[in-house]
T-cell receptor
Framework: GESVGLHLPTLSVQEGDNSIINCAYSNSASDYFIWYKQESGKGPQFIIDIRSNMDKRQGQRVTVLLNKTVKHLSLQIAATQPGDSAVYFCAEIPSGGGATNKLIFGTGTLLAVQP | GAVVSQHPSRVICKSGTSVKIECRSLDFQATTMFWYRQFPKQSLMLMATSNEGSKATYEQGVEKDKFLINHASLTLSTLTVTSAHPEDSSFYIC??????????FGSGTQLSVL
């Protein structure tokens, strides 16, 4: 399950199960959202993105859902594998970010896949 | 995807010395690069936006005289941590704008100040 406290929220799942990672964003005017995966000691890696005129987008084994009413974003990972273990961040580009593409990152969730 | 190279990956220095970190876009030109700082188990915090040929734009609370940013070409931005102290120890990450919204990140630099 999930836990929130002084450490990163952690989601523990069994290998093969589906994972759902949630994110609440802050700016109702944001029009572009991205999920990143960060492994220990490395930079963030792009997973999937979605624009505010969509509510769902699918990639390979991943799906992003956007609920603008409650400013909520989720990342679903199907058939979670040990290699999916990492910290996942949602990020938003506020409307008007324009050419600078200033990304604002969420707090992150540590996904721990149990074999 | 586009490749962003960041060097060094790890640096250990004595308190009071300066450290330079390089960020290069290898296969594209980046008019804008970003510098982030990340403490253990925390999110990435934007420090500054680096624009080619002009002064960097710093986020609130970031000391521009301590974190010097230079973006002299379309493929290179540097971050210099001047007179580093132990509290500057952190993971520093750069990213580059390909001209579209998707940003690509460097592999990060772990700075340890003794």
């Amino acid at each position: 399950g999930e836990s929130v406290g002084l450490h990163l929220p952690t989601l523990s799942v069994q290998e093969g199960d589906n994972s759902i990672i949630n994110c609440a964003y802050s700016n109702s005017a944001s029009d572009y959202f991205i999920w990143y995966k960060q492994e220990s000691g490395k930079g963030p890696q792009f997973i999937i993105d979605i624009r505010s005129n969509m509510d769902k987008r699918q990639g390979q084994r991943v799906t992003v859902l956007l609920n603008k009413t409650v400013k909520h974003l989720s990342l679903q990972i199907a058939a979670t594998q040990p290699g999916d273990s990492a910290v996942y961040f949602c990020a938003e580009i506020p409307s008007g970010g324009g050419a600078t593409n200033k990304l604002i990152f969420g707090t992150g969730t540590l996904l721990a896949v149990q074999p | 995807g586009a490749v962003v190279s960041q060097h060094p990956s790890r640096v250990i220095c004595k308190s009071g010395t300066s450290v330079k970190i390089e960020c290069r876009s290898l296969d594209f030109q980046a008019t804008t690069m970003f510098w982030y700082r990340q403490f253990p188990k925390q999110s990435l915090m934007l420090m500054a936006t680096s624009n080619e040929g002009s002064k960097a734009t710093y986020e609130q609370g970031v000391e521009k005289d301590k974190f010097l940013i230079n973006h002299a070409s379309l493929t290179l931005s540097t971050l210099t941590v001047t007179s580093a102290h132990p509290e500057d120890s952190s993971f520093y990450i750069c990213s580059a704008n390909t001209g579209r919204e998707k940003l690509f990140f460097g592999s990060g630099t772990q700075l340890s100040v003794l």
